[in-house]
C-alpha cells in the first residue's frame, strides 16, 4: 500500500468545547476506515499563536509553538481547516493561524526564502456553525486565502454542519464531540471525496 498522505488540520476556536474541534476529532478518527490513503493529524499549537505582528519576526522571537507549527504544515500534503462563522465570515482564530502560515518567519539566509507552508497545499474547509452552518465564513473562505496562496479548494463546501436547528443535535454540546448519525454520514462521505481530491491536486514529493 502506497504511504498515505499526510493531512494537517485546524480549528479556528480555542472554546474547550468547540464543536469545530469535534469535527475535526470525529474526521481523525474515521480516516483510516473511511479515507485510509490519508493520516489527518490536528495542529493544536494554534491555540497558542499571539496576534500576527511583522515585528516578532523581525525581532527573531517566534514563538516556539509557530514554529513548531510552521513545520508541520510546510511538510503536509494538504490541509483541513475547520472555521466557525462570525458575522457572516471567519472568525479572528482562523485568520491569524493563516496569516503566520501564509509567509517565512525565518530571518536566517539558509531559511528565509522556504516556501509558505501552505502555499499549493490540496485544501478542505469544513465547518460547523449556527443558522447556516457557518456555510457563509466557508464561502468568504474560498474566495479569500487559497486564491492568493494558489490552493486547489474541494470544488464544493461539501460539510457545514447547522448546529441549532437540527434534530437531534448534531454534536454533544458539553464536550464538543460528534453524534448525530446524519452528519456523520456526511463527513464520511465528505472525507473520503477528500481523499479523491488530493489525490489528484497533491504535489508528488520526490
Same mark, same amino acid.
Given at each position: 500500500?502506497?504511504?498515505?498522505?499526510?493531512?494537517?488540520?485546524?480549528?479556528?476556536? +480555542?472554546?474547550?468545547?468547540? !464543536?469545530?474541534?469535534?469535527?475535526?476529532? /470525529?474526521?481523525?478518527? *474515521?480516516?483510516?476506515?473511511?479515507? @485510509?490513503?490519508?493520516? +489527518?493529524?490536528?495542529?493544536?499549537? =494554534?491555540?497558542?499563536?499571539?496576534?500576527?505582528?511583522?515585528? =516578532?519576526?523581525?525581532?527573531? !522571537?517566534?514563538?516556539?509553538?509557530?514554529?513548531?507549527?510552521?513545520?508541520?504544515?510546510?511538510?503536509?500534503?494538504?490541509?483541513?481547516?475547520? *472555521?466557525?462563522? /462570525?458575522?457572516? $465570515?471567519?472568525?479572528?482564530?482562523?485568520?491569524?493561524?493563516?496569516?503566520?502560515? $501564509?509567509?517565512?518567519?525565518?530571518?536566517?539566509?539558509?531559511?528565509?526564502?522556504? *516556501?509558505?507552508?501552505?502555499?499549493?497545499?490540496? +485544501?478542505?474547509?469544513?465547518?460547523?456553525?449556527?443558522?447556516?452552518?457557518?456555510? !457563509?465564513?466557508? +464561502?468568504?473562505?474560498?474566495?479569500?486565502? @487559497?486564491? /492568493?496562496?494558489?490552493? @486547489?479548494?474541494?470544488?464544493? @463546501?461539501?460539510?457545514?454542519? !447547522?448546529?441549532?436547528?437540527?434534530?437531534?443535535?448534531?454534536?454533544?454540546?458539553?464536550?464538543?464531540?460528534?453524534?448525530?448519525?446524519? *452528519? =456523520?454520514?456526511?463527513?464520511?462521505? /465528505?472525507?473520503?471525496?477528500?481523499?479523491?481530491?488530493?489525490?489528484?491536486?497533491?504535489?508528488?514529493?520526490?
Amino acid at each position: 500500500m502506497a504511504t498515505p498522505f499526510n493531512v494537517v488540520c485546524f480549528a479556528g476556536s +480555542l472554546r474547550k468545547n468547540s !464543536r469545530n474541534h469535534g469535527l475535526l476529532r /470525529y474526521l481523525t478518527q *474515521t480516516a483510516p476506515k473511511v479515507a @485510509p490513503q490519508l493520516k +489527518l493529524s490536528i495542529v493544536d499549537e =494554534i491555540r497558542e499563536f499571539p496576534l500576527f505582528n511583522r515585528d =516578532i519576526i523581525d525581532e527573531e !522571537r517566534v514563538p516556539e509553538a509557530v514554529v513548531k507549527a510552521w513545520w508541520r504544515v510546510l511538510k503536509a500534503d494538504a490541509v483541513i481547516i475547520a *472555521t466557525p462563522e /462570525y458575522n457572516c $465570515s471567519m472568525p479572528p482564530v482562523t485568520t491569524n493561524a493563516v496569516a503566520w502560515l $501564509s509567509k517565512s518567519i525565518f530571518k536566517d539566509d539558509e531559511k528565509k526564502n522556504l *516556501t509558505a507552508p501552505l502555499r499549493g497545499k490540496p +485544501l478542505g474547509l469544513v465547518s460547523a456553525g449556527g443558522d447556516m452552518g457557518g456555510g !457563509r465564513a466557508v +464561502l468568504h473562505a474560498r474566495s479569500a486565502f @487559497p486564491v /492568493y496562496l494558489q490552493m @486547489p479548494v474541494t470544488p464544493q @463546501p461539501a460539510l457545514s454542519v !447547522r448546529i441549532f436547528h437540527s434534530q437531534p443535535m448534531p454534536f454533544n454540546m458539553a464536550t464538543g464531540e460528534l453524534t448525530g448519525e446524519e *452528519t =456523520i454520514k456526511k463527513a464520511d462521505a /465528505y472525507l473520503a471525496e477528500f481523499q479523491e481530491w488530493v489525490a489528484k491536486t497533491a504535489v508528488v514529493k520526490k
